[in-house]
């Protein structure tokens, strides 16, 4: 079992900016992946950005130059840098991972919410 917390989410002002942290009760060197998703209200979840256990990143078009994903291997921690926040931008923000053991596993986080308004 993998638990995942969020934090860092809040309340900010359009042009601000916000770091989220998503933290695994487990190496994420175990973990093929991780994932920040987000879900404005009233909308589906949507894909925000990627890291996988190799380091490659991937990062949504909708977000690019604004929004970086990073982790830190000591911490088993994956961060996600948002600047120059909109209030498109607004939303729970989900941490996903996902193990390969067999068979597919997904963890979640509880969510973080985000608020860009003024």
């Known amino acids: 079992q993998v638990q995942l917390v969020e934090s860092g989410g809040g309340l900010v002002r359009p042009g601000g900016s916000l770091r989220l942290s998503c933290e695994a009760s487990v190496s994420i060197d175990s973990l093929l992946v991780m994932i920040w998703y987000r879900q404005p209200p009233g909308h589906e979840r949507d894909f925000v950005a990627q890291i996988t256990k190799y380091g490659a990143i991937t990062v949504a078009d909708s977000v690019k130059g604004r929004f970086s994903i990073s982790r830190d291997r000591g911490k088993n921690a994956v961060y996600l840098q948002m600047n120059n926040l909109e209030p498109d931008d607004t939303g729970v923000y989900y941490c996903?991972?996902?193990?390969?053991?067999?068979?597919?596993?997904?963890?979640w986080g509880q969510g973080t919410q985000v608020t860009v308004s003024s």
């Open positions: 996903n991972a996902v193990k390969i053991a067999a068979a597919r596993y997904d963890y």
